[in-house]
C-alpha cells in the first residue's frame, strides 16, 4: 500500500512540475489600451533602464529597475505648453506656445523605479527619466515631454531625487503617432541636477 502511495505522489509531483514549467509567464505590472497592444516598450517590467549612451551605440545599463508601468492613449485637459513673453511697440505680454494641444492624443507612461545603486558606492540622488519612440524601421518620430527635469530641454523627461534603496513614481507624455511601435525609457543618474 505505502509503495503505491509513494508511486501516486511521485507522479502528482512530475505532473506538477511539468504543468509549472509549461505555464505562460505573466507580467501583472505591465497595463496596457487596445491603442497599444502592438507597441513595445522597452526594457520589460523587471530590468534594469539603459543609460542615454545606448542611443549612441554604447548599450550600458544603469542600476535603475522599472519596477512597474502602465500605458494608455488618453488626453491631457491642459496640454503641454510654456509661455514666451513677446514685445510689441514697447509692450510686454505672454504668450502661450503649445508643445501638445488639449485635443492631442498623447501616450501615457506611468510607473515606479527603484534606485539599486549600492550604498557608498555614490550618492546618486538625482535619476533622470526620458523617453523615446521609434517607428518600425527603428527612425525615431517623438520624444516624452515632461517638463521638471533642471538644465533640461522641456520636451526631455522627468526628474526624481531618490537615494540608493528609494523607490519614486514617474510619469512620461509622448505625442501620440500611429507608426510608433517601440517606445524605450531611458534613465541617467548624477549626484546633483543640472545648473
Known sequence: MRKKL????????IFLIILALSAKVYMPNLE????LSKV?????????LPSGSERFGEAEKTR?????LSAEITKLK???HYTRIVEKDNEASQEIIYIIDPDEPVILLKGSVKNEYEKGFKKRYWVHLYAYAYDSSG???ARSQMGGAPGTPE???????IKEGEKGDFELVIKYNE???????FASIAERPAP
Not at 6 to 13: A, C, E, G, M, T
Not at 40 to 48: A, D, Q, R, T
Not at 155 to 161: A, E, F, K, P, T
Not at 179 to 185: E, F
Open 6 to 13: 509513494k508511486y501516486f505522489l511521485f507522479i502528482v509531483l
Open 32 to 35: 496596457r489600451t487596445d491603442g
Open 40 to 48: 513595445e516598450i522597452l526594457p520589460p517590467v523587471g530590468e534594469y
Open 64 to 68: 535603475i529597475r522599472l519596477l512597474n
Open 78 to 80: 491642459e496640454g503641454i
Open 139 to 141: 527612425r525615431e518620430i
Open 155 to 161: 520636451d526631455y523627461g522627468v526628474l526624481l531625487s
Open 179 to 185: 507608426s510608433i511601435a517601440t517606445i524605450k525609457i
